[in-house]
């Protein structure tokens, strides 16, 4: 099996990450592109709300 | 890796205005709209026995059986017999597809490698959009699928794994000493949830990593449906029960991104190897509460997932799960490129989850998720207790390509794959080639129109010239064996010729 790594790793880690010196805030980027802006923008604010199902395994 | 095992993944489905609708009529229309190679309502229910247990006895009702009768009799009012409401296809991949209730549910074949499982997991993707397009085209009220665990309203459904091992391995000595890894590994197997919670019930918004973590009261139990249980005690091994046990694994999210679900198969069934090769119990990491574990680590605001171990010790979920990828390494070490890169990948997640979770986003659903609607958030000024977010975290799990958030940040090359040159387009549905899925797929290739039942474990043809012949699958698991049935099944004519087979016979 090939190695399962098919992006080039960062460097360093992120800024703010690690160093077991307690919780931190998430890190959090913003999406960059408009497509999947658009498309997150369409998702009907209620869908959930009226999305009702019945109870599986 | 030898232990073979495969994914059963329900559905949920709606409209785009759902009022009114009725889930099981949908499910039952979505599933018999599947127009792909397959022969229909030839399942054998008569092989089954939910109420056996593992652990040496039989019940003799399951708390869900109430439920059961419950839902027997409102589909008693449909105009359909029960194999109608089943409406189960049992696929030329090898694969079952079927109305669960009120659920689709797409049951991979046995697969004996991570590779064929992403490429039968994603047949079965695929097979419900095209069900989804042809049950009722033009509508402009189209059927929705989501690929998710909840309704946000304490209704959830499973994606459950089935591993197949050998019977020598105990059942305390499974099921107790695969406990602590089971509640660990939503870290990278979590698909992520804007909400908490419980049965029946939403409990209040905020972020967790899994989706299924709120709905477990029990360690082990022989129900699925009410107390759900981590692991099922079912006693079924589709398989010949004096070697073989089958795992049957409740709890687990359904996974969008392959390479949440090759670390989640993948650990689990190195974890499981390491068992049946004779890992003491000594060695094993114990949780002083999983159940409360569970909830916690889904619930952790930090991520830093700290929990309670056996002897009043504070430990993480990051190191039970290097303590049980040390166990693997000791007591299944790596045999093939597809261990070495297994393990690799499932120290390297751990390592980032611990440096920064964040960084994960590449691999995991829950992080990609929370990055995602995390940021359009920020960007939107959205509230942290906005039900929109739910309506977000359900269009995450939509599987239409067009529509659905993960398929977006696929598209756009956000997530690694561990297979990077397996074509997206996948093979169609083709059986794995490994396994005694390849001699039931096959028969219902070549003999569809003749085939009266098909099981798990053996298949039933009319013969040509009058009488039945039964392929029995229940010890086929031998590499050779497959490959010499699927020589004589090529050359085949009829279902008589497939005599020769030493596990062909008339009834």
Known sequence: MPDPIQKPRPASPAPGGGGGDGPKEPKVEKPNTDDLLKRMRKVDPDQARRYRQRTGE | ?507
Not at chain 2, 57 to 76: G, H, I, P, S, W
Not at chain 2, 316 to 331: D, M, N, S
Not at chain 2, 470 to 477: G, I, K, S, T
Request: hydrophobic share 35%; net charge negative; glycine share 8%.
């Open chain 2, 1 to 507: 890796m030898d232990i073979q095992f495969g994914l059963e993944t329900e559905i949920g489905i709606t409209r785009d205005r759902p009022e009114g609708i009725d889930v099981v009529a949908e499910s039952i229309a979505l599933v018999r709209s599947a127009t792909a190679p397959g022969v229909r309502s030839c399942w054998d229910y008569r092989r089954e026995d939910p109420h056996r247990d593992a652990r040496g006895f039989r019940v003799d009702a399951l708390r869900q059986d109430t439920d059961e009768a419950n839902y027997f009799a409102q589909d008693a009012s449909r105009p359909m017999s029960f194999a109608e409401i089943k409406s189960d296809l049992v696929l030329r991949n090898g694969a079952r597809f079927y109305n669960d209730h009120a659920h689709p549910e797409y049951c991979t074949p046995e697969c004996s490698t991570l590779r064929e499982l992403f490429r039968q997991d994603a047949s079965g993707d695929r097979l419900l959009m095209e069900c989804a397009a042809a049950v009722d085209p033009g509508s402009d009220n189209p059927v929705r699928l989501y690929k998710n665990n909840t309704d946000f309203l304490g209704h959830s459904y499973g994606c459950h794994e089935n591993y197949l091992l050998p019977r020598s391995l105990g059942w305390s000595a499974l099921a107790g000493g695969i406990q602590a890894f089971l509640v660990t590994r939503q870290i990278y197997a979590g698909a992520g949830k804007y909400g908490w919670e419980d049965e029946d019930r939403f409990l209040h918004p905020g972020f967790q990593v899994a989706q299924r973590s709120d709905f477990f009261t029990e360690l082990q139990s022989v129900d699925t449906m009410q107390r759900r249980p981590l692991v099922n005690t079912r006693d079924e091994p589709h398989a010949d029960p004096a070697r073989f046990r089958r795992f049957h694994v409740i709890i687990g999210d359904a996974n969008l991104s392959p390479f949440a679900t090759y670390l989640k198969v993948g650990a689990t069934a190195l974890v499981l190897r390491a068992l049946a090769s004779g890992a003491p119990a000594g060695k094993i990491p114990r949780l002083s509460d999983p159940l409360g574990a569970l909830r916690s680590i889904s619930r952790d605001p930090a991520w830093k997932w700290e929990i309670g171990a056996a002897a009043s010790r504070r430990t993480t979920a990051i190191e039970v799960q290097r303590a049980y990828r040390e166990l693997a390494l000791e007591y299944a070490p790596p045999q093939t490129d597809e261990d070495q890169g297994l393990f690799a990948a499932w120290s390297e997640i751990l390592d980032d989850l611990e440096r920064e979770p964040g960084s994960t986003s590449d691999r995991l659903d829950w992080t990609a998720k929370h990055r995602l609607i995390e940021g359009f958030r920020e960007s939107e000024g959205i509230e942290a207790d906005d039900p929109w977010l739910r309506s977000l975290d359900l269009a995450y799990h939509e599987l239409d390509r067009e529509r659905g958030l993960f398929y977006g940040l696929w598209e756009k090359g956000s997530f690694r794959t561990p297979f990077p040159d397996e074509p997206e387009a996948g093979p169609g549905l083709r059986p794995p080639e490994t396994t005694r899925a390849a001699l039931r797929g096959g028969c219902i290739e070549k003999f569809g129109p003749l085939v009266k039942s098909a099981q798990w474990d053996g298949v039933v043809l009319q013969a040509s010239g009058g009488g039945r012949i039964e392929l029995d699958l229940n010890a086929v698991f031998d590499l050779g064996q497959v490959q010499a049935g699927l020589g004589v099944l090529a050359a085949a004519h009829a279902p008589e010729d497939l005599l020769s087979l030493p596990f062909a016979k008339r009834i």
